[in-house]
């Protein structure tokens, strides 16, 4: 079974940068698909950045050019590097690995924007 670790996550001021790592346990890491999703209290879960495992990315619409998710394969790991954090983007950040009917979850990183 996969296994995710997520680091990262602390607090910034709005405006500021945080990079987010997610390691993977599973050798056939470079199979699955990898995706960076959010909970904020009181809200749904959220879909924030994807990649699959050919390099292609897809991104929600309220991250509008400020986030970018890369994976580096030979170590089985995924990057949301943010930007211009705001307040909004305040939420518990989780990892995601999905391949055929496997769909696996990290434990999460908080990151909180706050001025």
């Known amino acids: 079974q996969v296994q995710l670790v997520e680091s990262g996550g602390g607090l910034v001021q709005p405006g500021g940068s945080l990079r987010l790592s997610c390691a993977a346990s599973?050798?056939?890491?470079?199979?699955?698909?990898m995706g960076w999703y959010r909970q904020a209290p009181g809200k749904q879960r959220e879909l924030v950045a994807g990649?699959?495992?050919?390099?292609?990315?897809n991104y929600a619409g309220f991250v509008k050019g400020r986030f970018s998710i890369s994976r580096d394969n030979a170590r089985n790991t995924v990057y949301l590097q943010m930007n211009s954090l705001k307040p909004e983007d305040t939420a518990v950040y989780y990892c995601?690995?999905?391949?055929?009917?496997?769909?696996?979850w990290g434990q999460g990183t908080q990151v909180t924007v706050s001025s």
């Open positions: 995601n690995a999905k391949w055929s009917s496997y769909d696996f």
């Open positions: 990649i699959a495992s050919g390099g292609t990315t």
């Open positions: 599973e050798i056939s890491f470079r199979r699955y698909a």
